[in-house]
């Protein structure tokens, strides 16, 4: 073990398969990976969540070695993704968002040889997989489509015996019917111990099978915990019909306002429903509607890349 590797909540670097630390990565003068922060602890499913071009395959294929950060640090399985290349890629699976494959050889010829790279498959376990995804592993790799390509890998991925699956887009070109497959799979891996970092753009994909999830934008860490964590930071829409609506200075707790008449319309933060209800109450409140959080706002509200009334935690004040 390292010395001076130490974890600020005092977690033994052990617990985490992926530690990385302010990392930076540009590609000639646009800076993809903006100081990146991303803790991935062993045994949970990660979702990596952030719309198309945040950067989660930029930061996969630094954690697969694949490309040098210009900065940062970076901790694969305890050791180094760039030095230590060989043997980590004998513990882990990557599936990619667009797998290519040999244009002649065979699924199954191609499975047994992604599966050797990592000391082996599970037949059985392989079996089950090619059953279950319906893959026909006799066709040759020119003659796949999409979706078949992401089989293969992701079969090949799932019956290796590794500690870590690295998934970038995977179910991309799968029908819903093989996602739902896939989910399964996966929970089942997780079910057995292994760690699986799964990127996404989509909420939905991630939001059953992730332990906790990390939300990418431009290539900066804006939200990470779990999900009710997350739900903590979404914001209840109220809407309220009032004898007078209060001054701007009264309505600080208030976001998105929108006042009209009598009417007042706007969206709060959940820890501060409490004082923004008070100031309605005492502006002679007449009639009340609430909509409760939904993380779908929120993670619209992430996207937003023209929105800087993003409040992430440690830059409160951002806004308006
Ligand atoms: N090899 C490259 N050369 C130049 N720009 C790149 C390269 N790879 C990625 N980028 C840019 O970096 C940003 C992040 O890309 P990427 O990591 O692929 O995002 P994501 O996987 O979240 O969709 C995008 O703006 C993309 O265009
Ligand atoms: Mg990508």
Sequence with gaps: MPTGVSDATGRPPADLAVDVRKLHKSFGSFEALRGLDLEVRRG??????????AGKSTTIRVLLGLLRANAGEVRLLGGDPWRDV???H?????????????????????????????GGLDEDRRADLVERFELDTAKRGRQYSKGNRQKVAIVAALASDVELLILDEPTSG??????NVFQEVVGEAK???????LSSHILAEVESLADRVSIIRDGVIVET?????????????VRAELDTVPAADRLTDFHDVDVDGHRLSATVDSDRIGAAMEVLTASGLRSLTVEPPSLESLFLRL???????VRVSDNPAAGE
Excluded: C, K, Q
């Design 44 to 53: 949970e499913v990660h979702g990596f969540l952030g719309p198309n071009g």
């Design 86 to 88: 060989v043997e980590l």
């Design 90 to 118: 004998r513990r882990l699976a990557y599936v990619p968002g667009d797998v290519s494959l040999w244009p002649s050889m065979t699924g199954g010829e191609m499975i047994d040889l992604l599966g050797s790279m990592r």
């Design 174 to 179: 799968l029908d819903p019917l093989m996602e």
């Design 191 to 197: 079910a057995l111990g292994t760690t699986v970092l």
């Design 225 to 237: 915990g779990t999900l009710t964590e997350l739900r903590g930071h979404t914001r209840t829409a």
């Design 303 to 309: 996207y937003d890349s023209d929105s800087d009334g």
